[in-house]
């Protein structure tokens, strides 16, 4: 362990030495995740939240959450990497009923090497897009982002993340680390199998890079090319074959396309 790991988990073992280890790590995620959230967008029901929790600790605890949250900020700061996944799992607070073993960011980085090989090259829109159906605390992602970073890359233009937890406090970790890497994403809590999503949070960048607007933007191009494509394939069709003997088939219509629909609740 680093020594500012070292520093971290002795400041987290300080804070109320009386309650159980996960609920105190539970907290401090939840409260920086509502905290980087609420700061760009306030959201009444996760401000309660926030209260709420804060109110089980004492003036000094809640201090040293924010203390907590700067050092992570240090932490994290040298290169995108999975540092609250690494913790979690040094704290031996995870769930390894529910596979919370996080890969070890060498392997990840490896990974997103074979993905994009040497050079990433951008498509037509101007942004990647990528989909994390069981993201931990961000992890592979993260690991992405550093090959962006090292090409030079802007992540808070050139990518677009959507990934899904089952584990609300999991989730968040991965919302804190990829808001801190400015990393415009969709954070969802829910079951990747089933589809059953209970939350989303976006990431501060999402809103102040108009996000929500590049990505209609996208869909909609999209949509209108693969109903282009679609009726030129029937043209061509139609003018190479000889008459039909038959009706032709319907065309099928088009399917929605890409991302999941945004719902409500937040
Ligand atoms: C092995 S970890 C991998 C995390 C991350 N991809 C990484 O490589 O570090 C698997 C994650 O999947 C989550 N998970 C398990 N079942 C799930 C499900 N049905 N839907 C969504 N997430 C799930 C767990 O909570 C855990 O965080």
Redesign the pocket.
């Known amino acids: 362990m680093t020594h500012n790991k070292k520093s971290f988990v002795s400041a987290f073992n300080d804070i109320a030495r009386h309650k159980h280890r996960y609920k105190v790590f539970e907290d401090f995620v939840t409260m920086s995740a509502i905290s980087l959230h609420n700061a760009i967008n306030k959201n009444e029901t996760l401000e309660k939240e926030y209260m709420t929790i804060q109110a089980k600790y004492s003036k000094d605890e809640v201090k040293a959450f924010g203390r907590l949250l700067g050092m992570l900020v240090e932490l994290l700061q040298d290169e995108p990497k ?1 540092v609250l ?1 690494q913790l979690y799992m040094e704290l031996e607070i995870g ?1 390894s009923k ?6 070890p960011d060498s392997v ?1 980085v490896m990974m997103a090497k074979m993905l994009y090989g040497d050079k990433i090259t951008l498509p037509d829109c101007g942004f990647i897009t990528m989909s ?9 992602v993260l690991a992405f982002v550093k090959e962006l970073t090292n090409q030079k890359l802007d992540p808070a233009r050139t990518f677009w993340v959507q990934c ?4 609300r406090t ?1 989730a968040l970790m991965c919302y804190i680390q990829l808001s801190l890497w400015n990393v415009p994403a969709q954070i969802i809590v ?5 589809m059953e999503l209970r939350e989303q949070f976006f990431t501060p960048v999402y809103y102040l890079f108009n996000w929500n607007y590049k990505l209609r933007k996208r869909n909609k191009e999209l949509a209108e090319n693969k109903e282009k494509n679609v009726s030129e394939e029937t043209k061509i069709e139609v003018e190479k074959s000889d008459p039909p003997s038959q009706p032709m088939a319907e065309i099928v219509e088009v399917d929605e396309i890409v991302q999941l629909q945004l719902f409500e609740n937040l």
């Open positions: 999975d996944g769930n529910a596979g919370q073993f996080f890969t990840s994390e159906p069981a993201s931990g605390a961000g992890g592979m899904i937890d089952i584990d999991v829910g079951n990747t199998l089933s």
